[in-house]
């Protein structure tokens, strides 16, 4: 069964997932209210995406023997700068997350847990995706440019964006 300090961090985990699918719908909200219509449905999708990453980490905890905490979600931001800022943010975020799921694998790896090891493995990989994914984004509007329809070629672009997880 699953160490006290593993059974925590994997906690923090389930917290981390939530509160980015809960960030993902503030920004989806959003963009929908600036009329960012493709950008609002990747985000929605995302969101669930991030509710997908909680439990399947939920799920775990249980099964290992642990217990699965459902967490607070507070402190969520609502309001975004613009456009670009969102997918800053995101790139940011997910370089956080990606940090974080690292420091678990390497704690299982400390303590010789190499069930909860190999269980992770399938977030290292989902993270080098999702930082892919949110690097494209930047590069979008890198490429397009903002000004005149930039904005709105960007956000078509932008809704054709797919996560494979
Ligand atoms: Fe965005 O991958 Fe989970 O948090």
Redesign the pocket.
Known sequence: SLLTDTEQKLNKQVE??GK?SAYYLSMASWAEMQGFSNSARFLYDHAEE?RG?MLKLFRYINEAGGHAVQPEITNIRHNFNSLREVFELILEH?IE?TKSINLIVDHCFGVKDFATFSFMQWYVT??RE?ETLARRALEIFEIIGEEGIGLWTIDQELGKLHATT
Do not use: A, P, R
């Open positions: 981390m997932e980015s991030e990453h997910e997350v989902e993270q999702e």
